[in-house]
């Protein structure tokens, strides 16, 4: 699970610091941001499959941590996208829907947590 959640992490880099060419042209009204919730929701999930089971945190204190890790990668993110590229922008929608993804995937890992095991 670890590794799958690391090449995740930097699959979400190299998206996010690389100029991507020829994209299909999403028809949906803010796709963009979309994509960036379901992004952060994943990144979450997974983040948060990874501190509970590869390094045994507790259920609440591994949501909390995946929580934070992903908002904070998410906003270091847009700062770098309008710092360090000619071809991408800082975005505070982006960041803001980057949030909401995390903390719904929080939420819903929060509200399912009674359904783990106890004696995990």
């Known amino acids: 699970m670890f590794a799958a959640t690391i090449g995740y992490t930097v699959f979400i880099v190299v998206v996010s610091l690389v100029r991507l060419n020829n994209l299909p042209d999403i028809k949906i009204s803010f796709g963009d941001k979309v994509f960036h919730f379901g992004a952060y929701a994943v990144l979450t999930a997974l983040w948060f499959y990874s501190f509970f089971w590869t ?3 507790k ?5 909390v941590s995946a929580a934070v890790l992903s908002v904070v990668f998410g906003i270091i993110l847009e700062v770098l996208q309008g710092s360090m590229t000619a071809y991408r922008a800082l975005d505070v929608y982006d960041a803001l829907a980057n949030t ?18 106890k004696n995990l």
Not at 59 to 63: E, L, Y
Not at 104 to 113: D, I
């Open 55 to 57: 390094f045994k945190f």
């Open 100 to 117: 909401l993804g995390a903390l719904l995937a929080s939420l819903v890992l929060w509200v399912t947590k009674s359904f783990h095991v």
């Open 59 to 63: 259920i609440g204190k591994a949501i």
